[in-house]
């Protein structure tokens, strides 16, 4: 357990002893649930979060022995920059999981050009149409405010996007810092994925998990609205 946080029963939480212990943890664990999800129903779907901390999950699930011509990956969030900046999280998916035998999954990208950040995540909502769901299996990160995905407090859409009958997939949100335009998509996708795992690396993250633990409101923490049943967190140093 985690510092022993007083997380709800349902929420089973791992502590790893180094950063690179937890990523090749969870990547045989993510490696097994997607070859599960082929052997299942054909396919497997697999978003995750962009960030700094899933690089070296990336590259340990890459190494994995599995059918990636099965399977589709997308984003939990991108930033409204083209793919090939360095702030993007498709660059980083691309540079870091998608590589060797992993080269061969599909992948559904989030960002999508457009006049307006809006435009654009509407491009992004009809292009997700193609993501199969309930998705298999999806990483979260989590920012020290208590964001996941780029659900951040403050954004204008945020209730919008927390609404468990939100119609949109994808919808634009406003970081708190740059690139401030965002694309996230949205709570009812999320939080119908199979299996859910929240990664997270550092004491000041057990912290705001703390924080978080102690109210109620997602629209203060959003990662509030993900933790329960079937959340599993992995921590590590
Ligand atoms: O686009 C992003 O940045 C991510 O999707 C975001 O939700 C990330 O998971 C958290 O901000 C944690 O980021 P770190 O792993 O870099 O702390």
């Known amino acids: 357990m985690i510092y022993q946080l007083d997380l709800p029963v349902d929420v089973p939480a791992h502590s790893h002893s180094d950063a690179q212990g937890c990523a090749q943890s969870l990547a045989a664990g993510v490696a097994e649930a997607l070859r599960e999800a082929i052997d299942t129903h054909g396919y497997a779907s697999l978003v995750v979060s962009g960030g700094r901390s899933p690089l070296n999950f990336f590259a340990s699930l890459a190494a994995q022995p599995l059918n990636w011509s099965r399977v589709v990956v997308s984003l939990a969030d991108e930033r409204w920059v083209a793919p090939g900046d360095a702030v993007s999280n498709e660059t980083l998916v691309r540079a870091h999981l998608l590589q060797g035998p992993a080269a061969a999954a599909r992948f559904i990208g989030v960002y999508q050009p457009g006049a307006t950040l809006e435009e654009a995540a509407e491009l992004a909502d009809t292009a997700l149409a193609e993501l199969p769901q309930p998705i298999d299996v999806l990483v ?98």
């Open 140 to 237: 979260l990160g989590m920012g020290e405010d208590g964001h996941t995905a780029s659900l951040f407090p403050g954004s204008p859409l945020l209730a919008a996007a927390l609404n468990p009958d939100c119609p949109r997939r994808c919808l634009p949100m406003q970081a708190p810092d740059e690139p401030r335009d965002r694309l996230t998509l949205t709570a009812p996708l999320l939080k119908a994925a199979r299996l859910q795992l929240l990664v997270i690396a550092g004491e000041a993250k057990v912290d705001t998990l703390r924080r978080a633990l102690a109210g109620n409101d997602p629209l203060e923490m959003p990662i509030r609205a993900f933790l329960h049943y079937p959340l599993e967190i992995h921590w590590s140093p």
